[in-house]
T-cell receptor, first 116, second 113 residues
């Protein structure tokens, strides 16, 4: 069965600090997809990134970067020079290719607070 | 283009009443998903639609929960005889195809008194 663990529950940083959000996953599939979503206080989930299991290249998008390591089953997310607007709950999610559909299995989320 | 929309945004009901939650997916998205988010928790999968059929209902927590989709568009999630433990945010997502990225609506916040 697939599982996503986000061991950190709450993180608080001061603006301009870098912060890394950890995600560890479990799956028996060789083909799968990993996601990060942001849930700001408004409640709507905002898609950030999707990664397939065959692509281990790190990705950078502005202040955001992702480190995918199959050897440790991790897909960590780093925010560089954090800003107050980054305050939100961040979810890591997994979908397997062998399942009947691509339903997402989510971690419990990490609440990030960025203080001015 | 419009994103996923859901209505109502908030719903307060009394224990034992039935409620209907609506989801309008992004136009052209054939796959539609319902998830539930309890306070302080991650999202739990409820049901998946491909077109108008629901090949995976495995996440529905009890037979009080049902859902349908018509016209390969709007979906309705119905909870009968609501219980207090049904209080949660119900989120709908749609995707262009079965293995594509899911885009979420703003959710319906349900409170059962």
């Amino acid at each position: 069965a697939q599982k996503v663990t986000q061991a950190q529950t709450e993180i608080s940083v001061v603006e301009k600090e870098d912060v890394t959000l950890d995600c560890v996953y479990e799956t028996r599939d060789t083909t799968y997809y990993l996601f990060w979503y942001k849930q700001p206080p408004s409640g709507e989930l905002v898609f950030l990134i999707r990664r397939n299991s065959f692509d281990e290249q790190n990705e950078i998008s502005g202040r955001y970067s992702w480190n995918f390591q199959k050897s440790t089953s991790s897909f960590n997310f780093t925010i560089t020079a954090s800003q107050v607007v980054d305050s939100a709950v961040y979810f890591c999610a997994l979908s397997e290719s062998s399942g009947a559909n691509s339903k997402l299995t989510f971690g419990k989320g990490i609440t990030l607070s960025v203080r001015p | 283009g419009a994103g996923v929309s859901q209505s109502p945004s908030n719903k307060v009901t009394e224990k034992g009443k039935d409620v209907e939650l609506r989801c309008d997916p992004i136009s052209g998205h054939t796959a539609l998903y319902w998830y539930r988010q309890r306070l302080g928790q991650g999202l739990e999968f409820l049901i998946y639609f491909q077109g108008n059929s629901a090949p995976d209902k495995s996440g529905l927590p009890s037979d009080r929960f049902s859902a349908e989709r018509t016209g390969e568009s709007v979906s309705t999630l119905t909870i009968q005889r609501t219980q207090q433990e049904d209080s949660a945010v119900y989120l709908c997502a749609s995707s262009f195809g079965e293995r594509e990225t899911q885009y979420f609506g703003p959710g319906t916040r349900l409170l059962v008194l």
